[in-house]
């Protein structure tokens, strides 16, 4: 920054001008401290992908992280794993209860201890407090930074009251400050990283579980970045070279009794149904079908086709190929679920309804079906001549119980809405409708229904003191 030469009259200009850039530059300086974070980076891709949502998938994670959760000290605090459609190989967690997954890291990794030695890692970070610690290494930052910006700026400017030519000198050292604001952070990263890597050893041990899907996991990276890492500096980055990483690990890792332990075969069967499945739904048809050719007669190479054909030919296509496979395995519920939700995507909601009712038989704790089969049985209800209250009656049985698992699903409840509309209880769906724009985000709307239902309740009764609750809720979403 140049500051003109000395002149009485730009005194309160001078004043003006640092307090600006002070404000300018504080801003700055939490910018470049938070795009070094990972959590930051990964919450924006993870908006800009979206996440997705599958009770087969999930389900699977959950028996993956249950043990590495039990050995982290975690299993009470309700931690949730996430899928972002992003393809890129990425994990991360952000806060206590929450972990993402990018689905490229899935489909790319080919056994399940390889997605097992993710989720430990990242269990580390958790159990570690590493997030919270890191907002208090940036606070730390922030407040060095800023102090260092406004000598700087102080001196410059007093320096240009008496004449001097400062404003070299004050840039220099104000990047100089910013660059060891950055590199004070991302060391501290890097050793949450180095941390989070040993926790996750001992869990994996702790578990009786190997550590070389781990090891592949980082070899993986480091084929990945040999490029872009070549003559990187080391002191810019925010996790420890994959290299680096692989060499502190190995030793300790191939130490286990369990090292060379390898997967229960019905855990990789699930794993390889997981990835057939993530690239029937999300590769081109055509890319399935090359990638799982008819002369591959697997279980998880037809599920692949299976979906890809649906997408690329439709139900007359699909058809013939889930009933072959229900034929092979007519309890799994997940194919049930796969036949009646194409059925009811595409217009035949009445049709759908068995095949869901039968996979809500098979996976009664899946409330992703159980909402699936709402919505049908809800459409079928909706294009009757005549209200059937039995069936609706049956959707708003479904919904309850499935929100009491997706507490937060604004669908779930919209669709409630909706039913207590058809049986004409305007109380129940004004309530529903409440909670409904309440996890859309939409505060204003979320109150006006929750006043207008608790009106309709008696004073004191279950559903007064929900609608009572949202109208005192601070926040909306969930």
Known sequence: MTVPGSNANRGPAVKGRLLFESARLLRCTLTVVLAVSLFMASATSARAAGLIRDAEIESLLRDYARPIFKAAGLSRQNVRIHLIGARSFNAF?????????????????????????VIAHEAGHIAG???????????????????LRLLILAATAAGAAAGANVGAAGAGALLGGEGITQRYVLSYRRAEEASADQAALSYLNATQQSAKGMLDTFRYLADQNLGSLKYADPYVQSHPFPQQRIANLREKAMRSPYFHKRDPGILQIRHD???????G??????????????????????????????RRSGL???????????????????????KGQFLFKSGESRRAAPSLRKAVELAPDEPLIRLLLAQALLASAQNAQR????????????????????????????????????????????????????????????????????????????????????????????
């Open 273 to 279: 149904m997981m990835r057939a499945k993530l690239s």
């Open 93 to 117: 967690v952000v806060d206590g209860r929450n972990m993402f997954f990018h689905v490229g890291t899935l489909m790319r990794s080919e056994t399940p201890n390889q997605v097992i030695g």
């Open 387 to 478: 209200v059937n209250v039995a069936e609706v009656d049956e959707v708003i049985s479904h919904l309850r119980r499935a929100l009491v698992k997706e507490t937060c699903s604004a669908m779930g409840y919209r669709q409630l809405a909706t039913a207590y509309g058809l049986k004409r209880d305007t109380a129940n769906a004004m309530l529903a409708s409440a909670f409904a724009y309440q996890y859309e985000g939409k505060p204003d709307l979320a109150k006006r229904q929750a006043r207008d239902a608790k009106k309709a309740f008696p004073p004191g009764s279950r559903n007064w003191l929900k609608a009572d609750d949202i109208l005192k809720v601070k926040h909306s979403g969930c």
């Open 316 to 338: 007359g296509a699909f058809l013939p190929q889930i009933d072959a496979l229900l034929q092979q395995q007519p309890n799994n519920p997940y194919f049930h679920e796969l």
């Open 129 to 147: 407090g590493h997030l919270s610690r890191l907002r208090q290494a940036v606070s730390g930052a922030q407040t060095t930074s800023l102090m």
């Open 281 to 310: 739904f999300l590769d081109n048809p055509q890319t399935v079908l090359n990638r799982y050719p008819n002369s591959d007669q697997s279980t998880q190479a037809r599920y692949a086709r299976a979906i890809a054909s649906y």
